[in-house]
């Protein structure tokens, strides 16, 4: 096929990568926790452990997982914690033990954790003891035999562990009382993974590595199968792209969006411990000040981010007054750009942030921005990746011309292997021809820059994550004085979309707006839940009695 993009490649940029070496993540970890043993590797609230005692733990972890519990390869294994060193121990366990991660939200409600954990077949799991009573109201409906517990504290050094601990239980009492008979703690895991001992297991690159869940274009959450082909391949095409940036071993990478994402996954965990930089992690970028006071004391290089979370930056009047001489890269995603933020980035920092674009099933880069690019905004999402086709077609799968505002579909070795246990939702994504179906409408100029145009489907995006109409629709109709309702995504100024409901409740029910708001949050993660709730008498349909949510959306934005 025609690729007009690699006449605008950065000159040196290849256009293919390779990966007949057979590489997997396993075997690039352990050779990165060779090459920079001493070097830090990740730390969190001001505790940095390095390659060689990362390579240590994980060891530990993996032994517990296939030594001590027996579990085989391919046993799925899920992880519900926020930025925390006990993060990466788990991760790379998993990964040498041959077994395939299941990346949870730790601030899913119990339904939401279910679904995830039944779906996904997980026999083991590792979770912050903050979300362990979420885990006790549904584990006995679940796969999971086998629960390691661990503290936020856990892996600081002796005596800032027991302070964080004792903070964090008796004094902001953020950890409900739980009861998970036959868990262990962390520490005692890899205690008797350490008695144990672990035999490493061969990895090929058609292992599945994670099972990152995700909604797809629609419907219920799903289980995209990413290999250790599709993530090796786009780490090798991400560093292709941003390489010659690259200070091998001595890059301070601040990762603030949650490593349970895909975006923060790869592009800072798995691409910069490739290549031993030093990922710093920030476990509730929420808490802004404290956030800018940690970045005080570090001569950063390298941030990705949101939208949402750029612009939060920027309104704190001391992430102004810091030293940038050092930002080399920033990189956002998830979300759309938005000018007014890139242009005040650069005021604030001289520098540039280069956009990119992707999804969960294609692991998740599709395409970026040069970064040679010096142009504060151009409201492209760049270039495709090395090794990455991308076409523009219509609704009967043609290939439109130059231009032509159509659905993106994309083809290279990142795309999924498919969706796990649907293969009805596979074909529906998946052109026979192999390239994926994003869902996304958009155009290519004649230089090959991508550009977004609109959203396919009805999904809601709230500062990066995906909403599902469907999904809140469900919770809402199944209030007892609901009658039916209909969801959309209506612009905000701070989230890029919020979630609107509109419902039509039953005669004489005394519902409200605070009590959908309240029911709502009972089911559904914060994100999730309805920021505008409207009554109304009944709602636009076709003549097959479906509800118009795009008559609803026409509507709310005066159109």
């Known amino acids: 096929m025609h690729k007009p993009w690699l ?36 730390s969190c609230m001001d505790h940095a452990i390095t390659y060689a005692e990362l390579d240590r733990m994980s060891a530990e972890f993996a032994g517990w997982l296939s030594g001590e519990l027996g579990l085989k390869p391919g046993t799925r294994v899920a992880i519900m914690l926020p930025n925390l060193l006990q993060y990466p121990v788990a991760l790379f366990g998993v990964l040498r033990a041959g077994m395939t991660v299941v990346n949870v939200n730790p601030l899913y409600t119990p339904r939401e954790l279910k679904h995830q954990l039944v779906d996904s077949g997980a026999e083991a799991i590792l979770i912050l003891e903050n979300f362990a009573a979420t885990l006790q109201k549904v584990i006995a409906d679940t796969p999971v035999k086998h629960v390691a517990l661990t ?3 856990d892996l600081l050094p002796f005596p800032k562990r027991h302070i964080v601990n004792f903070v964090v239980r ?24 350490r008695a144990r001992g672990f035999t490493p297991v061969q990895v090929t690159q058609d292992d599945l590595a994670f099972l990152q869940y995700t ?35 001595r890059e301070v990478v601040i990762t603030a969006l949650p490593l349970y994402h895909v975006f923060s996954l790869v592009c800072n965990c798995l691409l910069f411990m490739s290549v031993g930089g030093l990922n710093v992690l920030i476990t509730n970028p929420r808490d802004i000040p404290a956030f800018v006071k940690e970045l005080s004391k570090l001569n950063f290089s390298i941030i990705t981010g949101v939208n949402t979370l750029f612009n939060a930056l920027l309104q704190d009047p001391d992430f102004a007054r810091l030293d940038f001489s050092h930002l080399k890269w920033a990189g956002a995603g998830g979300m759309a750009l938005q000018a007014a933020t890139a242009q005040k980035w650069h005021e604030v920092t001289g520098k540039y942030v280069q956009e990119g674009y992707g999804l969960t099933e294609t692991s998740p880069v599709v395409t970026m921005q040069p970064t040679t690019v010096d142009a504060v905004y151009t409201g492209t999402i760049g270039l495709p990746l090395p090794s990455t086709e991308v076409l523009i077609r219509d609704e009967d799968g043609r290939d439109l011309p130059v231009g032509e505002p159509g659905e ?17 939702a596979t074909e529906q994504v998946m052109y026979p021809d192999g390239f994926l179906r994003t869902g996304d409408i958009a155009t290519m100029d004649e230089q090959g820059f991508f550009r977004i145009v609109d959203r396919k489907k009805d999904m809601i995006l709230v500062s990066g994550f995906n ?12 209030h007892p004085d609901v009658i039916e309702a209909a969801c959309i995504g209506v612009p905000d100024p701070k989230s890029t979309e919020a979630v609107k409901i509109f419902v039509v409740k039953r005669e004489g029910a005394v519902l409200d707006r605070d009590g959908v708001i309240a029911w709502c949050r009972e089911s559904l993660t914060a994100y999730k839940v309805p920021r505008h709730v409207e009554f109304r008498a009944e709602l636009p349909k076709t003549n097959v009695g479906k509800i118009l949510r795009r008559a609803l959306r026409d509507e709310a934005q005066g159109g």
């Open 7 to 42: 006449e605008s490649y950065i000159p040196g940029t290849p256009a293919e990568i390779d990966l007949s070496d057979g590489a997997t993540l396993v075997s690039i970890f352990e050779q990165a926790a060779r090459r920079f043993a001493d070097r830090p590797a990740f």
């Open 151 to 153: 503290g936020i504290g």
């Open 170 to 193: 008796r004094v902001k009492k953020m950890v409900p009382e739980y009861q998970l008979p036959g868990s262990v703690r962390l520490e005692q895991a890899l205690a008797r993974g």
């Open 215 to 249: 909604g797809g274009t629609t419907g219920v959450s799903k289980g995209a199968m990413l290999t250790h082909r599709n993530m090796v391949g786009n780490l090798r095409q991400m560093h292709a792209w941003i390489g010659d940036l690259i200070d091998e071993g």
């Open 408 to 424: 993106l579909c994309v083809r290279g070795p990142q795309v999924m292997k498919g969706y796990w246990q649907r293969p009805e």
């Open 467 to 478: 909403v599902f109409p469907n999904e809140v629709e469900n919770v809402v109709t199944l």
